[in-house]
């Protein structure tokens, strides 16, 4: 893979299955609060909807990380006529509960980190940082994947701000044109990467969307390293 010396992961999507943890920790939180609520079906994909606009007012500094759990959980609550709760933060730690009880792995991700030992390695993700850290920790990949970057120490530059990326680079000591991003979003670990010269895989886990021109798809991490080399010979990386 020619002129590649490091490696950036997404977290979530990517090496943690983030969708899967937080749909069960959501329809479990509703249900504790509303059993038989007829609309039970639509909580997860509801709360995925609000998760991007609240995070995205956050990453921008117009509010507090907090306050934008307070924003999401109130949305919920007032979309599915469900009383809010007189606590928000104590009912979003109750949330949070669930979800770190959730917190797994993708099958692929351990081998994959491994067999890419001899690049630098690294995590780019737009979460907050005590909690991603966290999360790389608690799916037994702390002390494999390197440093765990975002926004919060990268001077408030989020994906997909191009500086996102070249802080992200040197962090791990590289310019951005020696670093590849493997991640799910096509926006923030595909199209941004490039936008700030480095290069990128999108890993499309279903398989089922239209990928973006002249960027290299993956299904799966299982192989990632023999396929560096593969289209490294072909001049894709």
């Not at 199209?191 to 239209?210: E, H, K, Q």
Request: glycine letters at 14%.
């Amino acid at each position: 893979m020619t002129g590649v010396k490091g490696v950036l992961f997404d977290l979530d999507g990517t090496l943690l299955d983030h969708r899967g943890a937080a749909d069960t920790a959501i329809v479990s939180w509703v249900s504790a609060r509303a059993p038989g609520h007829p609309r039970l079906g639509e909580v997860a994909a509801l709360w995925a909807e609000l998760e991007g606009p609240y995070l995205a007012m956050w990453q921008r500094g117009e509010c507090s990380v907090q306050e934008q759990r307070r924003l999401r959980l109130r949305a919920l609550c007032e979309e599915l006529a469900v009383p809010e709760p007189g606590d928000l933060d104590a009912a979003y730690a109750d949330f949070t509960d669930r979800y770190r009880r959730g917190w797994a792995a993708f099958p692929d991700a351990a081998e994959a980190v491994k067999e890419l030992g001899g690049f630098a390695l690294g995590v780019l993700t737009n979460g907050a940082q005590p909690v991603q850290e966290e999360k790389v920790r608690a799916i037994g990949l702390g002390g494999l994947v390197g440093p765990v970057l975002t926004g919060e120490v990268l001077g408030g530059h989020f994906k997909p701000s191009p500086a996102s990326y070249t802080g992200a680079a040197a962090a791990l000591g590289l310019a951005p044109q020696e670093v590849v991003l493997v991640g799910d979003d096509v926006e923030n670990d595909v199209t941004g990467p490039a936008a700030a010269g480095m290069r990128s895989i999108w890993l499309d886990r279903l398989g089922v969307r239209r990928p973006p021109a002249g960027f290299p798809r993956i299904t799966s991490l299982t192989g990632l390293a023999r396929l560096f080399g593969d289209l490294g010979q072909h001049g894709v990386l």
